[in-house]
């Protein structure tokens, strides 16, 4: 399993990326962390005529707050620099508790956080945890720069709205809310494997326990991360009891359309998807109610 | 045929200069250029781990990267464990502990092994299980490589001085 | 239990740290792909995308455009060199119809088969040139079901006018009267699916054609390397002398590495006619749809019992999936299955028919235990099922049912084609079953059974099992040779696959011989240095070479001690070689030192009057096999919301005759239980309709981690050494994998039982577990 022949760049300063990928356009692909593009190069599933490898570029893994108390990351931060960032576990639980459960350590010693939202695998937790965070996407481009939700970003499986010649810079998150209820979870076969099914979950309460602002993404579940909107409807505004857990996972499980594959079929996807949901929130719950611990 | 490139690396402390295909992966690099063939191929899509080489220190599957990608970088491969006839303390434990039978997924667990000691040096058997669980192997059944592993962090914590990985 | 080093007694029994480790963990070891010689060529293997096609043109001129690709080779090449791949065992009537041609020619019957083999500078270069070939095909409907294929709508082979290969049956006792008089019957439809080896390091070779003296090496192959030699050198019309076969180090085998495919007459092919040497190095994309598949068949089972639960009786019907070709195993994966299917019990009536059909999948040949495996599941959960149905607890249900030691040599009667009755040669299993209750804890967890604890089902499961090893080839060889200064050589007629032979073997040699285990040096798999043998499967390696093995380091005692006692005047009888020195019995100090003697002899004119040599060959010959048995315990803990299942605690107790080394007999016990355990929740080589395999990487074929699996409880009996070799030993690769699937099954069941789940099929997936639960099908 060799790759098929192509012609090599690495820049090393981002106009001149950018001026590979408008020259190339859909002939070329953008190499990273590598972890999702090699095996299919290996595999010869990708022959792509012109890699262009950006890992040289300066400066595109950077993290810092902005003004407005968001979270700001350079494309090629690496997973593993995430998972072992106290400041990014300060500043944003929820990313810092997905990396542990995206692959090996080994692949997150290469993977980026980039990468893993422009390959848009719909198993992979990042678009998901992007989706549900309102994540922010700077798309460059030689000509252009423009800055793309999340959650108009993905499009279907490992489609995204990135065009040739367009360069994911930097991903932007606003700021955390502490007090918010959240979890990610997922099912999968082994340990590190693409998810069977995920949620992503968050929800605010008030003094009286009443849920507001719930948001649940999923993913695994079909093309691209799915906003589970009539199981939002459900919590919104409502105070959550057994009853209520035990609606939502009918209710998310009648609103999943999943397909079917080698490791699961629509029908589990559906059912698991709904229990899925239930106990992510029941732990997002518990945790909420601990004290804070480090 | 892919264009050439002319690169640079350092291999187990030795520099090394070499003409290579673009397309040419690291771990066919590792194995035909440098004659390092203790680090194997089992999968060329990065499932198995039988190809992980330390590069500036960090665990990584050579066969997802390019030969072109390491340029200037500082690699590390099964074959530096060892100073001279002395074996690392890892190694000395697979061998007491029956931790390899084929031995052919044997150098990538070394070498994950060794970047997860730096990391974690008294582990727990329940986060060494964890650390390994990217490697394959179909021979042992993984509990003497953990056995191993256990016992080389032992060893190591023991010696003050850390051979250089 | 700490690893060893030396110990004054014996060395057998020991548990001693392998000393070929030092090459491996050191990156020093030798597998195929280490090979590099001069002028070196790679060749990559065109393979078919289709599963069921005409071949209507094939092209390769664009291929032999590119630069650096030297040739591509099809079936018109071949000529009139081109054979089938034979079968070489359970050669049944009827199956010869269904051989597999060294490349494609008319039709490609199945996703991976061979069409062209490119020959290029790298392997890049040569994966350049499959490219470049164009292949025009006519597709063809598929048939993938031995159900669907027994209807003979699409027929894979049109010569054979079937998919039906062949049929085998076989009656023991009055089957008839025993179901006809028994109060209780039941009548199930089991299957175990398609899974496989994967062992670490995929296929290869390297061969090279020496023009000057007109012979050729081949280094990669195992297992078999003298049959394979006579093969091979038959297809090439050379002598079989001509031909060198080198093992190195080889990185797994478990059944599937080492038979003879298409790419063992292909490769040395290429080498002769380009005469340069030539690697070829299978990636896994290709290993998974090229090297043998295993396991895939049905069972209808019906049993027949008294109220009381004692066996009366066993039908069975077996279809085994044997893919589009019929592999150098012929029939006996199915066969197997029927064979051993009354494992450690008293069944006096049984009758087995086995449907052995073709299908457009890769074609199926041994995975440890084959047939075994299988035959477990199928056995172990009717089983349970009976102890469910009569009110009798499945424990005493088996103590009821298994065979006595009393009854110990048991003939159970003729159940392989072509072979003598199955005899089971020493054992004491309801000693085994206690065993392992008692070091499970198994009465403990009693009360878990079925129920819900912390959001989990709990249940453990059994499964009792014997296993046949050694024997199967009537024999193996061993020279041993004393060189100068503290140095033996032992030669093995077997192959290594990881097991550890070169420790065993010398711990073997070292008792026999009388001289220290660190004078001795194993070596393997070279057909010049060891010419006759037949080879490693079957965990017939200790049994087989062991013995001989021992038998050789008797005999060349006893020629030393003949020597010596010429060189000191005395009676050979009252000498004795120990730790390398002669001793007069009832003298402390030695009387010589080996060495002394060795040299004399081989550097002397005066005392070896003629024959320098100290050497001695041995062969052990047994056509029959011994049978090592145990029992699996399981303990598993199940989601039913999810269907995820953890097991949670798992034991293997095994009766190995005599454990020549226990830390090599654990290891295997160990490394096959959580390839059981694995092959039975997570790996599945799974087909769509139009025959496309659809897990064609290890993304998609899940090979177990470390997290998918407990710690393993081995223990290793002795208590039934077998009487068939002069070591006492019955094989020991095999057995931890053999009752997997039932364990986990019977477990699981016991889990759901409030679901009122009973597994009849596996894997064992939290999809499949979901759904049963449900009440869904499929």
């Known amino acids: 399993m060799k790759p098929a022949p192509f012609e090599y760049f690495a820049p090393l300063e981002l106009p001149e990326a950018l001026d590979l990928l408008e020259r190339y356009g859909e002939e070329a692909k953008i190499l990273a962390g590598g972890q999702s593009l090699m095996p299919l190069i290996n595999l010869r599933l990708a022959r792509p005529r012109v890699i262009v490898d950006i890992n040289r570029l300066r400066n595109l893994d950077a993290i810092s707050i902005a003004t407005d108390g968001g979270l700001t990351i350079g494309a090629l931060a690496r997973q593993r620099t995430l998972e072992r960032s106290t400041f990014i576990q300060e500043q944003n639980p929820m990313l810092a508790a997905a990396m542990p459960l995206i692959g090996h350590f080994q692949i997150r010693n290469r993977g980026t956080i980039g990468g893993s939202l422009v390959h848009a695998d719909p198993a992979a937790e990042l678009p998901a945890v992007s989706v549900l965070l309102g994540g922010e996407f700077v798309l460059r481009s030689k000509s252009s720069a423009r800055l793309v939700a999340a959650a108009d970003f993905f499009l279907g499986y490992l489609a995204t709205a990135c065009r040739p010649g367009e360069l994911l810079t930097e991903v932007r998150f606003p700021r955390w809310r502490p007090d918010d209820a959240w979890a990610v979870v997922e099912i999968a076969r082994r340990k590190g494997d693409f998810a069977l099914v995920g949620v992503a979950l968050r929800a605010a309460l008030d003094d009286g326990g009443i849920s507001q602002n719930v948001r649940i993404v999923m993913f695994g579940v079909g093309g691209k991360p799915q906003r589970m909107e009539q199981g939002e409807a459900l919590l919104n505004g409502r105070r959550i009891d057994e009853a209520l857990l035990r609606e939502l996972s009918r209710v998310v499980a009648e609103e999943l359309d999943p397909d079917s594959d080698v490791h699961a079929s629509a029908a589990y996807r559906k059912e698991v998807g709904g229990v899925l949901v239930r106990r992510a929130l029941q732990s997002a719950l518990a945790k909420a109610k601990e004290p804070v611990s480090q | 045929m892919s264009a050439k490139q002319l690169i640079k690396v350092t291999a187990n402390g030795r520099t090394y200069e070499r003409l290579v295909e673009v397309r040419m992966t690291l771990a066919d690099f590792i194995r035909q250029e440098l004659d390092l063939t203790g680090t194997h191929l089992g999968c060329e899509h990065g499932v198995c781990g039988a190809c992980t080489i330390l590069m500036n220190g960090e665990a990584v599957r050579s066969c997802l990267m390019l030969a072109v990608q390491a340029g200037g970088a500082e690699l590390r491969t099964v074959e530096s464990l060892a100073q001279g006839d002395e074996l690392h303390p890892l190694q000395r434990a697979f061998q007491n502990r029956h931790a390899l039978q084929c031995g052919f997924c044997t150098p990538g667990f070394l070498m994950t092994a060794s970047a997860f000691l730096k990391d974690n040096p008294m582990p727990t058997r329940e986060e060494v299980r964890d650390a390994i669980s990217g490697n394959i192997c179909r021979c042992t059944g993984y509990q003497p490589i953990i056995d191993a592993i256990l016992e080389a962090s032992s060893e190591l914590q023991r010696k003050t001085k850390e051979p250089p990985v | ?778």
């Open chain 3, 1 to 778: 239990m700490e690893p060893i080093s030396k110990t004054a007694q014996g060395y057998v029994g020991m548990p001693i740290k392998r000393r070929e480790d030092v090459r491996f963990i050191t990156g020093a070891a030798t597998y195929v792909d280490d090979i590099k010689i001069p002028n070196m060529l790679h060749a990559a293997i065109l393979r078919s995308p289709r599963a069921h096609a005409r071949i209507r043109s094939m092209d390769t001129s664009k291929a032999l455009q590119l630069p650096g690709v030297i040739k591509v080779f099809t079936f018109q090449d071949l000529g009139d060199l081109a054979v089938p791949v034979p079968i070489r065992m359970y050669q049944l009537a009827g199956l010869e119809r269904h051989l597999q041609p060294l490349l494609a020619h008319d039709k490609v019957r199945y996703v991976g088969e061979p069409l062209a083999l490119a020959i290029a500078e790298s392997r890049y270069l040569a994966e350049d040139a499959l490219d470049a070939i164009e292949v025009e095909y006519e597709d063809l409907p598929a048939v993938v079901d031995v159900y669907e294929a027994l209807k003979d709508e699409v027929l894979v082979n049109d010569e054979a006018r079937t998919n039906l290969a062949a049929v085998h049956e076989f009656t023991i006792g009055d089957v008839e009267r025993a179901f006809r008089e028994a109060p209780y019957t039941r009548r199930e439809e089991f299957r175990v699916h398609r899974f496989t080896g994967n062992p670490m390091e995929t296929r290869g070779f390297v061969a090279a054609f020496d023009r000057g003296k007109g012979e050729l090496t081949v280094w990669g192959v195992t297992k078999l390397p003298h049959l394979n030699r006579q093969t091979i050198a038959a297809f090439l019309r050379l002598p079989e002398r001509k031909l060198h076969f080198i093992e190195n180090d080889v990185g797994g085998g478990f059944g599937i590495r080492g038979e003879l495919y298409p790419e063992d007459f292909l490769i040395p092919f290429a080498a002769v006619k380009l005469r340069q040497p030539v690697k070829w190095i299978e990636d896994r994309r290709e290993h998974l749809m090229a090297a043998n598949h295993s396991r895939e068949n049905r069972c209808k089972l019906e049993v027949a019992a008294r109220e009381d639960g004692t066996i009366l009786g066993f039908r069975a019907i077996v279809y085994g999936d044997m893919g589009a070709y019929v592999r150098t195993h012929g029939g006996l994966v199915p066969c197997s299955t029927a064979a051993l299917l009354t494992g450690p019990y008293r069944i006096p009536n049984y009758h087995a028919k086995i449907h052995l059909v073709v299908t457009n999948k890769t074609g199926l040949g041994t995975f440890r235990a084959p047939g075994r495996y299988e035959s477990c599941f199928y056995r172990e959960r009717m089983l349970d099922l009976m102890a469910k149905d009569l009110g009798i607890d499945p424990v005493e249900l088996r103590f009821k049912n298994l065979i006595r030691p009393e009854e110990i040599p048991y003939e159970v009667g003729v159940t392989r084609p072509g072979s003598g009755p199955t005899v089971l040669d020493s054992g004491d299993y309801p000693s085994a079953l206690k065993r392992g209750l008692a070091e499970f804890g198994y009465e403990k967890l009693q009360p878990l059974q079925g129920r819900l604890q912390n959001g989990r089902y709990h249940g453990t499961g059994i499964a009792c099992f014997v296993k046949n090893t050694g024997g199967l080839e009537p024999y193996e060889g061993a020279r041993i040779v004393i060189g100068d200064r503290n140095d033996v050589a032992v030669y093995l007629s077997i192959s290594v696959l990881g097991q550890g032979h070169e420790t065993g073997m010398a711990q073997i040699c070292a008792d026999a011989l009388g001289v220290p285990m660190d004078w001795i040096t194993v070596y393997h798999g070279d057909t010049d240095t060891s010419p006759f043998g037949w080879g490693t499967f079957a965990s017939r390696g200790t049994v087989m070479c062991g013995s001989a093995v021992h038998l050789a380091g008797q005999k060349l005692k006893q020629k030393l001690l003949g020597v010596a006692a010429e060189q000191l005047g005395d009676e050979a009888s009252t000498l004795e070689l120990r730790d390398g020195k002669i001793y007069r019995t009832s003298t402390e100090a030695p009387a010589v030192d080996l060495n002394e003697i060795a040299t004399q002899v081989r550097h002397s004119g005066i005392l070896n009057q003629g024959f320098p040599e100290l050497e001695e060959t041995a062969y052990f010959h047994s056509s029959q096999m011994t049978y090592s048995y145990g029992v699996h315990l399981a303990h598993v803990a199940v989601d039913a919301e999810t269907g995820l299942m953890e097991v949670l605690k798992y034991l293997v107790v095994e009766d190995v005759g005599r454990c020549v080394n226990p830390l090599l007999v654990h290891g295997q016990t160990v490394g096959s239980a959580v390839q059981g355990i694995g092959g039975t929740m997570l790996e599945e080589l799974i087909y769509d309709d139009n025959g496309q395999l659809l897990t064609g990487s290890l993304m998609d074929y899940l090979l177990p981690t470390s997290t998918d699996v407990p710690d393993i409880g081995s223990v290793i009996l002795e208590e039934a050494p077998s009487p068939l070799n002069p070591l006492g030993v019955k094989g020991a690769g095999e057995g931890g994998i053999v009752g997997t699937g039932a364990a986990l099954a019977n477990a699981l069941s016991h889990a759901l039982s409030d679901f009122g789940v009973q597994v009849k099929a596996l894997p064992l997936t939290p999809d499949r577990i979901r759904a049963w639960i449900a009440g869904r099908s499929g």
